[in-house]
T-cell receptor, first 113, second 114 residues
Framework: GEDVEQSLFLSVREGDSSVINCTYT??????LYWYKQEPGAGLQLLTY?????DMKQDQRLTVLLNKKDKHLSLRIADTQTGDSAIYFC?????????????FGKGTHLIIQP | DGGITQSPKYLFRKEGQNVTLSCEQN?????MYWYRQDPGQGLRLIYY???????QKGDIAEGYSVSREKKESFPLTVTSAQKNPTAFYLC?????????????FGPGTRLLVL
């Protein structure tokens, strides 16, 4: 099956930028997503990028997509304590997401004071 | 207030018992999904439904059953055949965009075995 890979942990200082990386395997994915999960909660859609884009910016969030390397990243500027959560990368695959998304195992973002 | 609701927040199952997890959405989304999340794992797809009265198995459907009698509702039954049901269960619904779908998630139900 297809795999989406992420580092399990990332530790950053409050106020610094966080960069969470993801590699995916299905080059036919039409959309790639970043979700945020706080303890005991469901997944919150943070942002998504269409596969024909290289970059998308939304306030403190910047998504970069390198289709050649199948690499997706999420940059969070000016990281705050409220950003502490698990961040999941997901891809639609060739079905456009109609048959479900494929998720990575999530990256725990830890904020140091 | 539009959204996806799941109930209960916590559910306890005894040996040999079937339990049903509720998922309701008022977003007028056609497609709905059930995922299972285990600690340190990503989400794995159990079942999905793209229209009323139709559903398909996902990657880990064994020991689970679903129904889709109404557009708004997609209940998941964890049967006694599911030998390791302890997990966090997440329901999602999706809106169809031009080239793909975006899924929105409910708050989840945590199932524990007594």
């Amino acid at each position: 099956g297809e795999d989406v890979e992420q580092s399990l942990f990332l530790s950053v200082r409050e106020g610094d930028s966080s960069v969470i990386n993801c590699t995916y395997t299905d080059s036919s994915s039409t959309y790639l997503y970043w979700y945020k999960q706080e303890p005991g909660a469901g997944l919150q859609l943070l942002t998504y990028i269409f596969s024909n884009m290289d970059m998308k910016q939304d306030q403190r969030l910047t998504v970069l997509l390198n289709k050649k390397d199948k690499h997706l990243s999420l940059r969070i500027a000016d990281t705050q304590t409220g950003d502490s959560a698990i961040y999941f990368c997901a891809e639609t695959g060739s079905g456009g997401g109609a048959d479900g998304l494929t998720f990575g195992k999530g990256t725990h973002l830890i904020i140091q004071p | 207030d539009g959204g996806i609701t799941q109930s209960p927040k916590y559910l306890f199952r005894k040996e040999g018992q079937n339990v049903t997890l509720s998922c309701e959405q008022n977003l007028n989304h056609d497609a709905m999904y059930w995922y299972r999340q285990d600690p340190g794992q990503g989400l794995r797809l159990i079942y999905y439904s793209q229209i009323v009265n139709d559903f398909q198995k996902g990657d880990i459907a064994e020991g689970y059953s679903v129904s889709r009698e109404k557009k708004e509702s997609f209940p998941l039954t964890v049967t006694s055949a599911q030998k390791n049901p302890t997990a966090f269960y997440l329901c999602a619904s999706s809106i169809v965009r031009e080239a793909g779908e975006t899924q929105y998630f409910g708050p989840g139900t945590r199932l524990l075995v007594l």
